[in-house]
């Protein structure tokens, strides 16, 4: 790696007593001061500000529409047009999982269910919410495009119990998800 | 060699050096080996570490080489004309002509001066057709397969395989989750066609249930019509199944295979010791297969000793000791419980305390069992026969996994001999104290349940609820196969190992540790005896067999320490075979 000798900057005699400076940096924040209290600031209207600067009055005041489409907030599972539950409990997310958040335990489908021939399915599937990190790998890791990371962000609890969301938790928040390949119909 | 002279070159050429080992020159990829005469092409390359992608073949099956996925380039020194002096090179080596076509690896053999290519463009693209026409029907079930992890298929898929598929037809319809047998499922779609169980359920097990119906890409594997897959064998098909057309009943959906550790450790359901791995996630045993062991099991076991691991996790462990306090058992310390222990033994005299011990303990808890004997300084100590009938392959008439090791460390030819005059001295009062370890005197040693009212002590290590703890005024919670270290040495004669694979549950403890601590509590001062190693240590000086070594010196495969003269019948077949040039391995 080459060495690249830097020369610091000559200060001339008004930098070197960094008086302006600070007078420089007080006017930009009165500015920015006095535009607020007239609620002119920048991206006061588009962040739905309270009329106060661009400070939004959380909870009652919520960015959610301004979440990007690429936004990660909890995982969840999601059944298709069907009412199919799309996780056959391949256990891949759980191994991928780099908090180890998930815990599943996989089940056989019962001869009589209509979705037989799938074989398998989670009986049970728990993320603990206070150890996922919102990484998004199970969602990319899953070959039946059954998890998701959903926009939700509030996950709170009083109890670490509460923080672990089990299966029907999962399927409360993913809900139905369409537009998915459906491999495991009749024809495709 | 290059400097010979043309008058001793005849005497000095590779292959005249080779012929007089009986062995042959074969160049793989390049590098010329010496091969014993007769080696498959593929066992070959095994040896000199290229292992040459496979399906069907099975070095301890015959070998139909139906799946085509062994084939390489080989290569003969081209015939010379009438007359006329084969060419060599340098070093004595005729040069070789390759074959435009390529040859199965697992059904050729290797002869003098062949060549074999395992990789080049022509095996590479034969290995990608072969993958192409076996995924062409194969379903994308790798999802809910239990195979995935440790398929075959997956692998060459990814290593030889194409990526992508140019297949837009349906695929090819055929029977799924098939119970072909108590613990077998089928899949037809994912079966590649192999016919390794088939083979297997026809050469080892003896039992030719199975067998391909119908031609083609309609090929089906099925079962004969009125019959099971029901062999006590059938899951070693299950494991040689290069994909997840024949999976566990037991096994299914139950943990994928790359959460799992493997633990080489041995069976201890019969005489044999067959060699197991033990595939564990955190504390749970998730299944068992047999481990490679040319002298003990080959590479099969029966699959009533392979799923006998249930209760090891069960209700009926023992998780803390348990002592009886007014026809009640309560839980207590082990330090109490120990001291209650030598408390009542000791309130007895020597001559009235036995000892009953297991033929399913290991050598190093067998030699503590004896120093507890000498402590206490009774003659009375015995084992528990355990036979019933054997089979004609793995299953040993001696349902005591360390019978020949307990005759070594005991010193005895009968280490069953007292069992009966201990029976007799509780039923006529003689005996007041009995030591039981690890067996229920109830169901395995002829006492009745009301014989042991007569003792004034019970003491019992054990795993399960059973008969015996009932009337035992302490149980001692130990370890099972699986949670502990130690050695056992099986009919024939081979000292082998028992690795912990997973830990034993709440206060259990080592049975080996119990016996020390007991030793302890009796003689009221320390021994050095701290770890199993130590144990050994101690046993190898006593037992002149077990000289020289440790546990570590064991090794996966056990020593030979003796001989007995038994021959395990399964392994009497495969030689046979072998002899025979059926199979290879």
């Known amino acids: 790696m080459a060495v690249i000798k830097l020369q610091r900057p000559k200060l001339n005699f008004g930098e070197k007593i960094y008086f302006g400076a600070l007078i420089k940096g007080f006017i930009l924040t009165m500015t920015h001061a006095v535009k607020s209290l007239l609620g002119k600031s920048a991206s006061a209207d588009s962040m739905a500000s309270s009329g106060l600067g661009v400070t939004m009055q959380f909870p009652e005041q919520r960015w959610d529409e301004h979440l990007p489409e690429y936004y990660r907030g909890a995982p969840a599972l999601v059944t298709d047009e069907q009412g199919r539950e799309r996780c056959v409990s391949c256990q891949l997310c759980e191994f991928i999982c780099p908090p180890k958040a998930i815990k599943i335990i996989p089940s056989e489908i019962p001869s009589d269910d209509p979705w037989a021939k799938v074989e398998k399915r989670p009986k049970e599937f728990d993320i603990d919410m206070i150890r996922c990190i919102y990484c998004g790998m199970c969602e990319e890791v899953c070959p039946e495009q059954a998890i998701f990371l959903r926009k939700d962000y509030l996950i709170t609890g009083l109890k670490r119990a509460d923080m672990v969301h089990d299966k029907k938790r999962l399927y409360e928040i993913g809900g139905v998800r369409t537009g998915l390949v459906n491999k495991w119909n009749e024809l495709k | ?585």
């Not at chain 2, 890409?217 to 899951?235: A, F, I, K």
């Not at chain 2, 206490?376 to 349902?399: K, M, Q, T, Y």
Request: proline share 6%; aromatic share 6%; charged share 20%.
């Open chain 2, 1 to 585: 060699m290059s400097d010979t002279s043309s008058a001793t070159a005849e005497l000095t050429l590779p292959k005249d050096l080779a012929a007089a080992n009986g062995m042959v020159n074969v160049q793989i990829d390049g590098v010329w080996h010496q091969f014993p005469k007769g080696t498959r092409m593929i066992e070959a390359c095994r040896k000199v570490g290229t292992i040459v992608p496979h399906y069907c073949y099975h070095p301890k099956l015959s070998s139909p080489g139906n799946c085509r996925m062994c084939l390489v380039q080989m290569g003969m020194p081209p015939r010379s004309a009438p007359g006329q002096q084969p060419q060599r090179d340098e070093n004595g080596y005729e040069p070789i002509g390759w074959m435009p076509r390529p040859v199965i690896a697992c059904a050729n053999t290797v002869s003098e001066n062949m060549g074999i290519r395992t990789s080049g463009e022509l095996v590479e693209k034969c290995r990608e057709g072969v993958m192409e026409f076996l995924l062409i029907n194969h379903p994308l079930d790798c999802p809910i397969c239990d195979q995935a992890g440790e398929c075959r298929l997956q692998e060459h898929s990814v290593e030889h395989g194409r990526g992508a598929s140019r297949f837009v037809d349906m695929k090819v319809k055929k029977p799924k989750n098939v119970e072909i047998g108590p613990r077998i499922r089928l899949d037809d779609e994912r079966c590649i066609m192999c016919s390794r169980c088939i083979r297997f359920m026809d050469e080892v097990a003896g039992d030719p249930v199975l067998g391909f119906t119908q031609r083609g890409t309609h090929t089906t594997l099925t079962v004969h019509p009125g019959r099971l897959l029901d062999s006590n064998y059938s899951l070693n098909t299950a494991d040689i199944c290069p994909v997840g057309a024949l999976t566990s009943n037991d096994f299914r959906f139950q943990m994928r295979v790359w959460f799992l550790k493997e633990t080489p450790t041995i069976d201890v359901n019969c005489g044999t010791g067959t060699n197991i791995t033990v595939w564990a996630r955190g504390n749970t045993i998730h299944r068992i297969t047999p481990r490679q062991n040319d002298e003990v099991n080959s590479t099969w076991m029966p699959d009533s000793h392979r799923l006998n691991f249930h209760y090891i996790d069960g209700e009926a462990r023992f998780t803390e000791p348990l002592s009886k306090v007014d026809a009640q058992h309560q839980a207590v310390s082990w330090t109490d419980a120990l001291k209650t222990a030598a408390a009542k033994l000791k309130a007895v005299s020597p001559g009235q305390i036995a000892i009953i011990a297991s033929g399913r303990m290991t050598n190093e808890e067998l030699y503590l069992t004896k120093s507890l004997a000498a402590q206490i300084g009774s003659p009375h100590l015995s084992l528990v026969p355990r036979f019933a009938e054997p089979d004609a392959l793995l299953i040993a008439a001696d349902r005591n996994p360390n019978t020949t090791g307990a005759k070594l460390v005991l010193e005895t030819e009968d280490p069953f001999a007292k069992l009966d005059s201990i029976r007799e001295g509780v039923r006529s009062g003689q005996i007041k104290a009995l030591i039981v370890l690890g067996e229920d005197l109830v169901t395995d040693a002829g006492f009745h349940f009301s014989d042991l009212a007569n003792l004034d002590f019970l003491v019992q290590t054990q795993i399960l609820a059973n008969p015996t703890a009932l009337a035992a005024d302490l149980v001692l919670p130990a370890a099972a196969f699986a949670e502990k270290r130690g050695s056992m040495v099986n009919l024939s004669g081979r000292l082998q190992r028992l690795n912990r694979a997973v830990e034993m549950p709440g206060q259990a403890r080592d049975d080996w540790e119990i016996l020390r601590e007991l030793i302890i509590a009796l003689s009221g001062e320390n021994n050095d005896i701290h770890l199993i190693e130590d144990v050994f240590k101690a046993m190898a000086e006593a037992v002149p067999p077990f000289s020289g070594l440790t546990l570590s010196k064991i090794g996966h495969q056990g020593t030979q320490v003796l001989e007995t003269g038994y021959r395990i019948p399964l392994l009497a077949n495969e030689r046979a075979a072998k002899a025979a040039g059926r199979i290879n391995g």
